[in-house]
């Protein structure tokens, strides 16, 4: 079964510029969540769907963070204008649904904004 | 604000010791506590999950959890210099949302 998928792995951006992350969950996998980890913390959920709807997008900087899954399988989370404290680790994960035990990671994409 | 305490540590335990991580939630609304387990420039895997009270043993591996004091624990028997990570507590309510983690702990086994 494979797993996760995230591209690209790293990117380096100066800030204000724009950036896009794409996920792709494990098959059959109802939910995906966005996180954000910042260097010697715990992850940070920024958003998270059930199918192609928002569950909880609480935390997500909605001025310049913004996100979807329009088919219900894949997603990009996107941020624009880049700031200085955006450098982060973005992990994507999945699970089969919204109490369908644990989430599974992917790689992640480390993002450095100059 | 929905949180989870762990001590940063390092934890430093000989290898063949137990290693024992503690994490404490703020939330009694709290169903579902995870463990992962984080290498250095990896994601998060998945150790094991608990939902009742009481033990839970997978391999070396045992997760306590005790909902009255709103804390989880995760033993790690007989451990190796493999199992130095950094490893995170997580909870979720009962809706399958409000997906907290901890800071996480950071594990040095000894060789």
């Known amino acids: 079964e494979a797993g996760v998928a995230q591209s690209p792995r790293y990117k380096i951006i100066e800030k204000r510029q724009s950036v896009a992350f794409w996920c792709n969950p494990i098959?059959?996998?109802?939910?995906l969540y966005w996180y954000q980890q910042i260097l010697g913390q715990g992850p940070k959920l920024l958003i998270q769907?059930?199918?192609?709807?928002?569950?909880?997008d609480s935390q997500l900087p909605k001025d310049r963070f913004s996100a979807e899954r329009l088919k219900g399988v894949d997603s990009t989370l996107k941020i624009q204008p880049a700031k200085l404290e955006d450098s982060a680790v973005y992990l994507c994960?999945?699970?089969?649904?919204?109490?369908?035990?644990?989430?599974?990671f992917g790689p992640g994409t480390r993002l450095t904004v100059l | 604000q929905k949180e989870v305490e762990q001590n940063s540590g390092p934890l430093s335990v000989p290898e063949g010791a137990i290693a024992s991580l503690n994490c404490t939630y703020s939330?009694?609304?709290?169903?579902?506590f995870f463990w992962y387990r984080q290498y250095s420039g990896k994601s998060p895997e998945l150790i094991m999950f608990?939902?009742?009270?009481g033990d839970k043993e997978d391999g070396r591996f045992t997760a306590q959890l005790n909902k009255a004091s709103q804390y989880v624990s995760l033993l790690i028997r007989d451990s190796q210099p493999s199992d130095s990570a950094t490893y995170l507590c997580?909870?979720?309510?009962?809706?399958?949302?409000?997906?907290?983690f901890g800071p996480g702990t950071r594990l040095s086994v000894l060789p």
């Open positions: 994960a999945s699970s089969l649904g919204l109490a369908g035990g644990a989430q599974f």
């Open positions: 098959s059959g996998h109802a939910t």
């Open positions: 769907f059930q199918n192609n709807g928002v569950v909880d």
């Open positions: 939330d009694r609304g709290s169903q579902s």
């Open positions: 608990i939902y009742s009270n």
């Open positions: 997580a909870v979720r309510d009962n809706y399958g949302q409000n997906f907290v």
